[in-house]
Nanobody, 112 residues
Framework: QVQLVESGGGLVLPGGSLRLSCAAS????????MSWYRQAPGKERELVAV???????NYKDSVKGRFTISRDNARNTLYLQMNSLKPEDTAVYFC??????WGKGTLVTVSA
């Protein structure tokens, strides 16, 4: 079955960096677009970035230039490199595959 397992979250100072990972299994990873979503406390879940199987990317405007989505199809792993983090980036970050498949999320807290 499809499994998505996120890791890499934590507490970071404003201006700092984190790299999130999503280990995927149970499907042909390279054949699917993959996405990162996030959900801040009291807010709706929102799309952060998406990457096609071939590597084309798109980003939420507020993270452009700071976040980079990438994938390693040989390792069935999705990444989100987050730089210049701001307090408003605080959220649970989720990995998503089309068809309604979600990971359980990893918490990112940006705070001094």
């Amino acid at each position: 079955q499809v499994q998505l397992v996120e890791s890499g979250g934590g507490l970071v100072l404003p201006g700092g960096s984190l790299r999130l990972s999503c280990a995927a299994s149970g499907f042909t990873f390279s054949s699917y677009s993959m996405s990162w979503y996030r959900q801040a406390p009291g807010k709706e879940r929102e799309l952060v970035a998406v990457i096609s199987g071939g590597g084309s990317t798109n980003y939420k405007d507020s993270v452009k230039g700071r976040f980079t989505i990438s994938r390693d199809n040989a390792r069935n792993t999705l990444y989100l490199q987050m730089n210049s983090l701001k307090p408003e980036d605080t959220a649970v970050y989720f990995c998503y595959r089309n068809g309604g498949y979600w990971g359980k999320g990893t918490l990112v807290t940006v705070s001094a």
